[in-house]
């Protein structure tokens, strides 16, 4: 098995609590870290003395903590795999890049666990807060779901009352361990830059064009190829994920991407402006996502669909639904719908209805309910 995900998504902590299950239950654990100092500079006679303990002790769980910080775990375990098959590995890494390495490690018996920030009901429960699904707990809710909304959702953030002082040491580690140690960047300043760019733009589509007219409005000169790679290194550390528009990959090349952020408290520290649709939208993209679902977004002859879940929904995301906006909102919702077979949703700050269009019926649900709910299932 490997876990992935951001940084500070409590990865280790379920490495620890995992650890703990199988002592208890009589297995034999040995849990290395690689990002521990203590282990640096890697000493082979260590990596021999636990492949020994190993294979003494019969069926093994080998726990590899930071397996990016030893760059020859793949050969070491393979060959420990081979020699002795009871030796069962649990691989955590922060980076997206190590994957098709554990795959072909591990073909054909491997699990990936993709971790993300809480999801709104952990992060209900993380508050020790025990929902009995009654009228008068909606007050409550729509306070939890604004904080959710605007700090995020980071474990440890969350138990905290002055949130900003930690989220900004995670940015930190992000920027400068996860970004500028792991990939070598000289341009520190361009990144950071580059970083504090995406994050006021998320929910909103991307364009490289746009990215260097800013950066060169502050003086930053920035090539295609170094914003292209950049978009690349915050893929892979599972900080920004990038969405394409749906159609054949020539098409969808045409239009730019979409930005979302894994965890909406880190724009608070590039930005105080808010921009409440987009920072909605974001939150119900990472939604989907967390339930490993397949998201374009769609561009019809009507307008634009914010989120097309392949195969399942099309979904529009408004803060607020008025006679102005519902024309623009509903008209490629619905046409989007009708050429993808797919059903309709529009999610909204507090609104809920059921609007009939053009012989559909699309669900009108409030962003904190379609949180809560295991499935989105349209009446």
């Not at 282990?39 to 492949?51: G, T």
């Not at 002795?84 to 699990?111: A, D, N, Y």
């Not at 920072?279 to 374009?296: A, D, P, S, V, Y």
Request: one cysteine or more; charged letters at 30%; glycine letters at 6%.
């Amino acid at each position: 098995m490997d876990v992935v995900g951001v940084r500070r998504a409590w990865k280790t902590y379920l490495l620890y609590y995992w650890a703990k299950r199988l002592m208890d239950e009589g297995e034999n654990v040995i849990y290395l870290n690689f990002e521990d100092r203590r282990l640096h500079p890697l000493d082979w006679d260590l990596i021999e003395e636990v492949e020994r303990q190993a294979l003494l002790k019969g069926r093994t769980y080998l726990m590899l903590d930071e397996v990016q910080e030893f760059p020859e775990w793949g050969r070491w375990a393979r060959s420990l795999y081979d020699r002795r098959r009871e030796v069962k590995l649990i691989v955590r890494s922060t980076s997206r890049i190590l994957q098709p390495e554990i795959s072909s490690l591990l073909t054909g018996r491997h699990v990936t666990l993709k971790l993300f920030p809480l999801n709104f009901l952990e992060f209900i429960t993380s508050k020790d807060i025990h929902l009995k699904g009654l009228p008068e707990e909606e007050s409550l809710l729509m306070n939890l779901f604004d904080e959710y909304l605007r700090w995020g959702a980071f474990p440890e953030v969350t138990l905290l009352e002055e949130k900003g002082l930690l989220l900004r040491s995670y940015y930190e580690d992000i920027l400068y361990r996860d970004l500028v140690g792991r990939f070598g960047i000289r341009e520190v300043q361009t990144m950071e830059s580059f970083l504090k760019y995406l994050l006021t733009k998320v929910g909103r589509p991307f364009s490289i064009r746009r990215a260097k007219n800013f950066l060169a409005s502050y003086g930053i000169s920035a090539g295609t190829r170094t914003i292209f790679r950049s978009t690349g290194m915050l893929e892979e550390i599972f900080l920004f994920f990038f969405v394409q528009a749906y159609g054949k990959v020539k098409d969808a090349l045409r239009h730019p991407r979409k930005a979302y952020t894994v965890d909406l408290g880190l724009k608070r520290l590039a930005t105080t402006k808010e921009d409440r649709g987009a920072e909605l939208e974001n939150l119900i993209f990472l939604h989907f996502k967390r339930n490993g679902e397949e998201i374009r977004y769609w561009k019809g002859d009507k307008g634009e669909v914010d989120l097309l879940i392949m195969g399942k929904y099309t979904v529009q995301v408004a803060w607020e639904l008025t006679s102005d906006n519902e024309r623009r909102e509903l008209a490629p919702l619905v046409e989007c719908a009708k050429r993808d077979r797919v059903k309709p949703l529009l999610v909204t700050y507090e609104q809920e209805d059921v609007i009939e269009r053009e012989g559909m019926k699309i669900r009108v649900i409030p962003a904190y309910k379609l949180l809560l709910e295991s499935r989105v299932m349209i009446s």
